[in-house]
């Protein structure tokens, strides 16, 4: 389970500039969930990601997993249990180091980077298998560099790379959003199966309002540090995008954009 | 034929500092001027060694561990001071020299009488006659060879996977749940230790360990770096390791082609101008994009 409690978080503290986006933050995930949030630009769907993880620090407040206090502990270390995917399909491979390098870094995860041989044999035929599974035929091109490779294909890699070892949480910061419509459409399928047999808990940041109801079962909506909707369970498989849109657009209104 | 010996000896010694500069420069992308106060390190390190009687070639293991030693202490201004990487370097830079002073004990030592890596009984007595004037030659090139073997096998290790993401993609390391300071620092000490072993080569051969040794170094290694790399881009099956070294003896073979035709007094400005074309001709000069992990880098 994932606790965040009290969170308060400004920017830019100590200036004109100073701007307070979390006052008494509070969001509590269960274990398994499969969170979608969703919400206009600057109402800190991101921050929330960056504060999970760690990317960023918070004036006060706590973070909890399973109960034990997280908020002193580094980004680096935290990610021993979170895989993240970024909307920049760069951020999640290396693009100098070929397909079958960057399979073997993430399967590493969590061991000791030593002196032992970069890529075990061994493993390569796995590797094949779960890039196969991807369905881009990257399975034939493991020496291939992945910066020679697109968007989809990074992101696809990058998604099976934070997933390939054993993690609880999964955080997908608008993770199809810089991919074209067939594309999105295959990495969210892909997500939703790996969160489905991995029994992942995630919590998935999109403007896609079709994805947010139509995957997961929570929905979280989000406007000036706040969550204004939250829903589980039956409200949440029964919620159309046109509900889900009419509101977001009440809140716009209502605040002048 | 001793001017294409002398290019190659130097060429192939200074092939090593490059090697060192090409983690730092282009595996880790990081601009580190160290290298300048980590070449001499090596030499007065050897310096206050050989003068002391100990065996030349444990000379080279220190002088290695020496300039790791600076590396790391320019990893750890820059990683836990949060000084920017190229402020690190010159602070380690400025620093070394007066290290570099005590070390060695004066600014100049003489090692004309002294055993070297190069010359001494055991080698007298193994090396045929008629080798005899390639024998310098032919240790720097073992020398060289084991660095760059050592260096290629470790880059394909876990730890040299991990390193080589650093530069690439910060940001993945961070995610694989290891500390990105951590793998900087191990980079910059394995870069400086190669360029202080650069150093202590140099300085056996020249048989005088000189403080200003060092001036221009990173240029040296950053245009033989440049050359190995740009000129071999397209041979996909050489090694970028290879490539460098490459670079490193046509940079010292320009060098000494220049340098026929001017004084002596001149072979900086022809350093730097040669760097320069260099540069220009590579397209190197263009500004990289550090933040954005998906910009292309030219290998």
Not at chain 1, 25 to 32: A, N, Q, S, T, Y
Not at chain 1, 79 to 108: F, H, K
Not at chain 2, 31 to 51: E, N, W
Not at chain 2, 230 to 258: D, E
Request: charged share 20%.
């Amino acid at each position: 389970m994932l606790e965040l409690k009290g969170i308060y978080k400004y920017y830019n503290p100590g200036t004109v500039n100073e701007m307070c986006l979390f006052q008494n933050f509070d969001l509590k995930v269960e274990d398994g969930e499969f969170v979608s949030v969703v919400g206009s630009n600057g109402s800190g769907k991101t921050s929330m990601l960056n504060i999970i993880c760690g990317s960023i620090p918070v004036e006060a407040g706590k973070i909890y997993i399973n109960g034990t206090d997280i908020t002193k502990e580094k980004e680096f270390r935290r990610n021993r249990r979170i895989g993240r995917v970024y909307q920049n399909p760069a951020m999640g491979t290396c693009p100098s180091m070929t397909i079958l390098e960057n399979m073997s870094l993430a399967d590493n995860k969590g061991k000791v980077y030593g002196f032992g041989r970069g890529t075990s044999k061994a493993r390569i035929s796995y590797y094949r298998e779960s890039l196969s599974q991807l369905g881009l035929g990257l399975e034939d091109k493991l020496d291939i560099k992945v910066g020679s490779l697109s968007g989809g294909q990074r992101q696809a890699m990058a998604l099976l790379m934070s997933t390939m070892t054993p993690i609880e949480f999964l955080i997908l910061d608008e993770h199809t959003a810089a991919l074209d419509p067939k594309t999105a459409e295959l990495i969210m399928e892909l997500t939703d199966k790996i969160v489905k047999e991995k029994k992942l808990t995630t919590i998935m940041v999109t403007h896609n309002l079709r994805y947010a109801t139509e995957y997961g079962d929570r929905l979280l909506m989000m406007h000036q540090g706040g969550i204004v909707l939250d829903m589980k369970g039956e409200e949440k498989q029964k919620v159309s995008v046109d509900e889900i849109l009419k509101l977001f657009n009440e809140i716009s209104i209502e605040c002048g954009n | 034929m001793d001017f294409i010996i002398t290019i190659l000896e130097q060429g192939l010694i200074y092939g090593i500092l490059a090697l060192g500069v090409y983690i730092t420069y282009k595996i880790l992308d990081f601009p580190d001027l160290t290298v300048d106060g980590s070449f001499p390190l090596g030499g007065a390190v050897t310096a206050l060694l050989i003068t002391n009687g100990v065996n030349p070639y444990l000379s080279l293991l220190a002088s290695f561990g020496a300039g790791a030693l600076a590396g790391i202490c320019t990893g750890l201004i820059h990683v836990k001071g949060k000084v920017r990487d190229l402020l690190s370097g010159i602070i380690m830079m400025t620093a070394l020299w007066t290290i570099n002073l005590y070390i060695a004990g004066t600014s100049n030592v003489p090692l004309f009488s002294q055993d070297s890596i190069f010359k001494n009984d055991w080698l007298d007595g193994i090396v045929p006659e008629d080798l005899s004037g390639y024998t310098t030659l032919i240790i720097i090139l073992i020398l060289t060879v084991i660095a760059k073997v050592l260096l290629d096998l470790y880059l394909k290790t876990k730890s040299g996977y991990l390193l080589r993401a650093v530069g690439d993609n910060p940001v993945l390391v961070t995610s694989l749940a290891k500390d990105q300071g951590n793998v900087k620092i191990v980079g910059l000490a394995i870069a400086n230790g190669l360029v202080a072993l650069a150093g202590s080569a140099f300085c056996q051969e020249e048989r005088v360990f000189e403080i200003s040794m060092g001036t221009g170094a990173i240029v040296i290694g950053l245009a033989s770096v440049i050359i190995g790399t740009s000129l071999f881009r397209k041979i996909t099956i050489m090694q970028a390791t290879t490539a460098v070294l490459i670079g490193s003896v046509i940079y010292k073979a320009c060098v000494a082609v220049a340098i026929r035709n001017f004084q002596p007094q001149a072979m900086k400005l022809i350093t730097a101008v040669l760097f320069l074309v260099i540069l220009i001709i590579s397209m190197e000069r263009r500004k990289k994009v550090k933040t954005d992990a998906g910009t292309e880098r030219n290998l």
